[in-house]
């Protein structure tokens, strides 16, 4: 039996490489997790990530309630971290949820 809340949320469109949120998908969700998926060594979010975080983006517009994005990523171990203009790590998690916010 498929566990709903693991199923992925989005559909691929491979003639454009974007993902497509429903109106069909769940309203009613608890917290949206977003995967990491690296950092470009300017600090930069890959595009491919960008993409995700504007799926998750879209199917927390369409929840009938508050629910918290959750971004995860932590680093990659063997590459060397990323560091932002004050010289501190910077985490892909707090990449993403500064995307997020300016979007």
């Not at 960008?50 to 959750?70: F, I, N, S």
């Not at 990323?82 to 985490?91: F, I, N, P, Q």
Request: charged share 10%; proline share 9%.
């Amino acid at each position: 039996q498929a566990v709903p809340w693991l199923s992925s949320l989005s559909t691929w469109q491979q003639n454009t490489g974007f993902c497509k949120v429903s109106a069909a998908l769940p309203h009613n969700l608890d917290a949206i997790m977003i995967l990491g998926g690296g950092l470009l060594p300017t600090g930069a979010l890959p595009q491919c990530v960008e993409r995700r975080l504007d799926t998750a983006q879209g199917l927390w517009q369409l929840q009938h309630q508050p629910c918290p994005l959750v971004c995860l990523g932590g680093g990659t171990p063997h590459k060397p971290p990323v560091l932002d203009r004050a010289g501190y790590v910077l985490h892909e998690s707090t990449a993403c949820a500064e995307y997020l916010l300016a979007n």
